[in-house]
């Protein structure tokens, strides 16, 4: 036999043995592991970590160390156990278990309390305000149709928002509007009527922040959509007001029912009366519709609010006192709310760098509040003795001239961005207007300095001492109202028309020559198409003034009942208005002290006089005996909530 016909005896003998108990760290390299405890050869000359285990071909081989998330008190731990249903499917398997109780007691006992009765909370809830907003703009998709409107996520409730939901409405909330018909109507809101509202708030409460929160309120939406809705039905006649009032009524009947509860949200019931508010001056006879005006003044004082609050309570409070003062401004009333009591910081050494527009749009408001109460406190007749009547004229020449010093000080003091960014005269304008351009680039910028030449405007016609048609007063009326008109003719921003309004009719009534005077009417055209607004009024009065005696008999003068507080005009409504019998009458207006009432050329309703306090704000504070809201205010508890809103600091 020669050598290779089988292993030899040494070659046998050589044959490497396998390792069976090597470490992980030889293995990972491929080497030959001596077994040796606790370190092998191999490991200790490398100066390695020689790892040991049993390897089950696990990505991570980590055995000495395992990751343990750490615990805390807010740590918390639910389990589920469904070993006693599965065993419940077996013969006998029950009696394998003891009672719950006994078993959940020895458990707590050996430190774990476990709650084996109740469910892991889904993760839906949860899932879903991770999810983008669906679109907004035109229609909805296919899984938001009308057959899945009525699916609403329901979460935790917040404590304000239990209080107001009636016992026949169970409390939900929503993430989203998913009605195509409240879509529509809160973007025409959102769009359309915030716009002004939120003229002087910096932070755009009514077009951006109330409306996110409205969707857990049902009263505040509903108020909305009522806006959105009379706002359509006046632009679009495919849209009746049936379901503005519709929506009027629901909102109303939510805030009468929470005016009733005395641990009610004031924040909640405040901002739903002035949202109201506006509904109403967008409608017919808002004189004799009053039912939200006086409430809200009355419940904006109930919360507190003044020209030093912050948050929605400023927002509400300056569109409340912005709505008076142009009623005022229109009817020649005094401001019911003494502007002294609003709290203005008038010193003007303090915000004077941009960024602050809307604190110097505030300080010219209460201003010209000032000389709206100065104009209509004007004495119609001579009183008393020459001596005394001297007095009273010193006294009112004293007073017209720290209301202009008022005025210059503002104008010089604001800040440069609150100056017009160009200027240019009629013949340099490509539309040919007979107005100058004076462009101006914030709207709150644009409000201020329409409020500020109106101001300067009232000043130059209630001089005490010189006539308006003075050489100087004049020359003060019309480059003020110039002003005006060359504002108003060029703006394009429809967030200003309210002010525009009531500026343009003080300016235009000086105006003499047929050109200027009929680019008025046309820009009162202009706003009426946009706005959906019925300003046909002016248009009539500023005819009156100018003496066009042809047009005047060819049209018919309305009266002042049909004017809205706000001066946008009245609206013909198509249908008869919703009866608010749940709503208390509205009071007259009551005559003032040796008045004469003249009647319209209807006789329908008696002109209000001129002169007096502001009559539909007179009582508007639950302290007096004939309060808003009679039958249904119940005063508020200290504790109850006062509307903690995470845009409310």
């Known amino acids: ?289 009053m039912n939200h005006i006086a409430g809200a003044r009355a419940l904006i004082k109930d919360c507190g609010w003044n020209a030093r609050s912050t948050g929605i309570g400023a927002a509400c409070f300056w569109l409340n006192v912005g709505m008076e003062l142009l009623s005022c401004l229109h009817f020649n009333w005094q401001v019911a709310w003494d502007p002294d009591e609003w709290g203005v910081d008038m010193d003007f050494s ?56 008022w005025c210059d000080s503002w104008n010089d003091c604001i800040p440069r961005t609150m100056h017009p960014m160009a200027y240019l005269f009629p013949f340099q304008t490509q539309s040919q207007s007979a107005f100058p351009e004076v462009w101006l680039v914030k709207r709150c910028t644009i409000v201020a300095r329409l409020f500020y030449h109106t101001a300067m405007c009232l000043l130059a016609q209630t001089h005490p ?32 028309a309210s002010v525009a309004l009531r500026s343009l009719a003080i300016a235009a009534e000086c105006l003499a020559t047929r050109r200027e005077q009929e680019e008025v009417l046309q820009i009162l055209d202009k706003i009426r198409q946009e706005t959906g607004w019925r300003v046909g009024f002016i248009n009539t009065e500023l005819k009156k003034q100018w003496g066009w005696q042809d047009d005047m008999s060819a049209s018919l003068q309305q009266s002042p009942a049909s004017m809205n507080q706000f001066t946008h005009g009245a609206v013909q409504p198509q249908t008869t208005a919703l009866p608010m019998s749940s709503l208390p009458p509205a009071p007259a207006p009551p005559p003032s002290a040796g008045s004469v009432s003249s009647t319209s050329s209807n006789g329908s309703r008696p002109r209000l006089p001129s002169g007096i306090l502001n009559p539909m704000l007179t009582a508007a504070d639950f302290s007096l005996p004939q309060h808003p809201y009679q039958n249904y205010y119940v005063a508020p508890n200290l504790t109850s909530t006062q509307g903690n809103w995470a845009f409310n600091a």
């Open 1 to 289: 036999m020669s050598e290779t016909d089988g292993p030899t005896v040494e070659s046998t003998a050589t044959k490497p043995k396998r390792v069976r108990t090597g470490c992980l760290t030889c293995r990972e390299r491929h080497l030959k592991c001596d077994e040796a405890l606790p370190h092998c050869q191999n490991c200790r000359k490398s100066n390695r970590l020689c790892k040991r285990g049993i390897r089950l071909n696990f990505i991570d081989t980590t055995v000495q160390a395992p990751p343990v998330v750490p615990t805390s008190q807010d740590w918390n731990i639910s389990f589920l156990d469904e070993s006693r249903d599965i065993a419940s499917e077996y013969k006998g398997g029950l009696s394998k278990y003891g009672a719950p109780e006994v078993q959940a007691t020895t458990q707590a006992m050996n430190g774990l309390a476990l709650d084996f009765s109740t469910a892991p909370p889904s993760a839906a809830p949860e899932l879903s305000h991770q999810q983008p907003l669906p679109p907004i703009q035109g229609m909805l998709p296919d899984m938001f149709h009308e057959d899945n409107q009525n699916m609403i996520y329901e979460t935790t409730q917040p404590a304000h928002a239990q209080m107001f939901q009636t016992a026949s409405a169970p409390a939900k909330n929503r993430d989203y509007l998913n009605n195509q018909e409240e879509v529509l109507f809160m973007q025409v809101f959102v769009e359309e009527v915030g716009l002004w509202m939120d003229s002087m708030d910096p932070q755009k409460h009514f077009s951006r922040l109330l409306p996110f929160h409205s969707l857990n309120e049902p009263m505040l939406l509903h108020a909305f959509l009522a806006c959105g809705a009379r706002h359509l039905s006046l632009v679009n006649p495919r849209y009746t007001e049936d379901k503005a009032l519709h929506y009027y009524d629901t909102a109303t009947r939510h805030l009468l029912a929470s005016l009733q509860n005395p641990n009610r949200d004031t924040v909640i019931c405040a901002t739903t009366a002035v949202i109201l508010n506006v509904y109403e001056i967008m409608c017919e006879k808002a004189l004799q519709r």
């Open 350 to 405: 303090r915000e004077t760098e941009a960024g602050r527009e809307e604190a110097w749009t505030h300080r010219i408001v209460y201003i010209v509040a000032k000389i709206c109460n100065f104009r209509a406190s004007a004495p119609r007749k001579p009183m008393g003795s020459p001596r005394d009547e001297q007095l009273r004229m010193q006294k009112r020449f004293a007073e017209w001239q720290r209301l202009k010093g």
């Open 465 to 496: 001492a010189m006539s308006k048609e003075s050489e100087e007063m004049r020359d003060l009326l019309v480059r003020n109202s110039q002003l005006i008109c060359g504002i108003v003719a060029h703006v394009k921003d429809r967030g200003v």
